[in-house]
């Protein structure tokens, strides 16, 4: 069993930053893929980022691609969502993911408790 521990959500003005991290512990030999997604008030779950363990090769959603960056930190087993120019659309609830690659179709993933990310304009 994976434990997954968030860390860095809050309130942000429209156009401010914020950094989520994402620390992970327990049975993560077969986590080769670390990432975010999120889900906003009636709106369904939706992916955000990834990055594999091996190589660092992400993925980023086209909402925020140019403005949110991922990154892994291997020796800490955490990863980290850098995430600027933020937007009102970009206030939902940021799940920490880890499962095998490509964990874009959520299939066997496991998450984190979620942290709260809200813009204000």
């Known amino acids: 069993q994976v434990q997954l521990v968030e860390s860095g959500g809050g309130l942000v003005q429209a156009g401010g930053s914020l950094r989520l991290s994402c620390t992970a512990s327990?049975?993560?030999?077969?986590?080769?893929?670390m990432g975010w997604f999120r889900q906003a008030p009636g709106k369904e779950r939706e992916f955000v980022a990834s990055?594999?363990?091996?190589?660092?090769?992400?993925i980023i959603a086209d909402s925020v691609k140019g403005r949110f960056t991922i990154s892994r930190d291997i020796a800490k087993n955490t990863v980290y969502l850098q995430m600027n120019s933020l937007k009102a659309e970009d206030t939902a609830v940021y799940y920490c993911?880890?499962?095998?690659?490509?964990?874009?179709?959520?299939?066997?993933?496991?998450w984190g408790q979620g942290t709260l990310v809200t813009v204000s304009s």
């Open positions: 990055i594999r363990r091996r190589d660092g090769r992400a």
């Open positions: 993911a880890v499962g095998s690659d490509p964990i874009t179709t959520m299939v066997g993933v496991a």
């Open positions: 327990g049975r993560t030999f077969s986590s080769n893929s």
